[in-house]
């Protein structure tokens, strides 16, 4: 995301945060992160640009969602040591993920799109439940960023094996149209 993004962030009036709202900027915050920490891992490993660079976006989204802890107010600190999370479940997933992307480059390459996949569910699902114009704003761009990543990881995988990711979290239909798509810009980008 560039500078535009988080100036229009910033732009946007300050609207009532409801406790769902706060809890999933906290939430998705970590889970940004858990795609850096993991990305970053596997790029120490197998030394594919694919993992850094999507990490160095990993590291945009982390700050778009700053931006709105800061804006709102909200107290939250998280490590910036990689594998270090509050969240119990997100810390041993990255375990199990980094586990899983270090026994082979295929494997790595499943471990990134079912990161990516997770978390457009995850992002698609709070979309549901949101009305703050900021969070909208910024779960929406989350998501072409995550699209993009998606289809990148998807690219690599299929060189190597011939096929593409099976959906685990969206559905293999919403999958597929990601996939045929181009790549994105997300609002702001």
Known sequence: MKPEALATVY?????????FEASSLIFMIE????????YMTLYKIWEVKTFRNIALSEVTHMQMVQALLEKYNLEFKYSDEIGVFQNDELKKLYEE????????????????TLIEDKDIYDLEEYLKKVD????????????????????AFDT???????????AQFITQERLEKILS????S????
């Open 97 to 112: 993920l980094v586990e899983k992307g270090s026994k082979s480059l295929k494997d790595a390459y499943e471990v990134g």
């Open 186 to 189: 997300g609002k702001g980008k």
């Open 156 to 166: 690599q995988l299929y060189k190597i094996t011939g096929q593409h990711y099976k």
């Open 181 to 184: 798509q181009g790549a994105g």
């Open 132 to 151: 703050n114009h900021d969070l909208i704003f910024v779960f929406e761009n989350l998501i072409k960023g995550s699209e993009n990543h998606m289809r």
């Open 31 to 38: 889970e940004e992160k858990l795609a850096r920490d993991v």
């Open 11 to 19: 732009s946007l009036p300050k609207e009532p945060l409801s406790d």
